[in-house]
């Protein structure tokens, strides 16, 4: 019947959030970065989302709001209302994923397109709950600023330990031209000023006296004196 045909669409749309689907999604996640031998980042999503999920259990037992009783509520529900878990936790794995994933491409554009679409897909989600009748709209409006304050939380401190290399840094999308004074060393810190190729040297390393003329360091990661 087409008058159920937007309910049901809805209900497909919540579950995007639900504690099945993002479960999954993290362990598929993961998955694949041990697989790409990024133990350290593996690591590092799976504790920076689990503990996002048990901050969320906090809020909502720390709260104790009631559902609202307004409408027949479309879906059933069991815990409390406020923060909305569904806005919450889709707003933590969906944007912590796009960040970190957006840092490995290249293309602007391409990174836009990523954080938009988590972006967009945690709204949807969040509406729904509010459609079905779950939330008042301001469990919604707190459950998505606890999981994007979260998400930004997570992806600086990725970024912290990624310069540090304590976990491992993103894939670039192209690889870089090696500097012809370090054919094999990493990670690149200088810009060679002719053809823009990259210096990639030792940490700590020390240039040459042809090398200081031609290189110049950029990230700090090793010394040109």
Request: aromatic share 8%; net charge positive; hydrophobic share 45%.
């Amino acid at each position: 019947c087409s008058s159920d045909l937007l309910p049901q669409s809805v209900t497909d749309i919540t579950a995007l959030g639900g504690f099945t689907v993002l479960t999954l999604l993290t362990c598929l996640v993961v998955g694949f970065l041990l697989a790409s031998r990024k133990p350290g980042t593996a690591l590092f999503v799976a504790l920076a989302i689990t503990s996002g999920a048990l901050l969320s259990t906090a809020l909502k037992g720390l709260f104790v709001r009631q559902r609202p009783e307004i409408v027949p509520h479309l879906v059933q529900v069991s815990s409390t209302s406020f923060p909305s878990g569904h806005a919450m936790n889709s707003a933590m794995v969906y944007l912590t994923l796009a960040a970190l994933l957006a840092r490995s491409q290249e293309e602007a554009k391409v990174r836009v397109y990523l954080i938009a679409a988590a972006i967009t897909l945690t709204a949807m989600i969040g509406f729904s709950r509010v459609y079905l009748g779950v939330h008042w709209p301001s469990d919604v409006l707190a459950g998505w600023t606890f999981g994007a304050l979260w998400a930004a939380t997570c992806s600086f401190i990725a970024r912290s330990l990624q310069r540090v290399r304590t976990i491992e840094p993103p894939s670039p999308g192209r690889a870089l031209p090696l500097c012809p004074h370090h054919p094999s060393a990493s990670p690149p810190g200088c810009h060679l000023p002719f053809g823009g190729g990259y210096c990639r040297a030792p940490l700590g390393g020390r240039h040459s006296t042809l090398e200081r003329q031609n290189c110049r360091s950029t990230d700090g990661l090793h010394s040109i004196g």
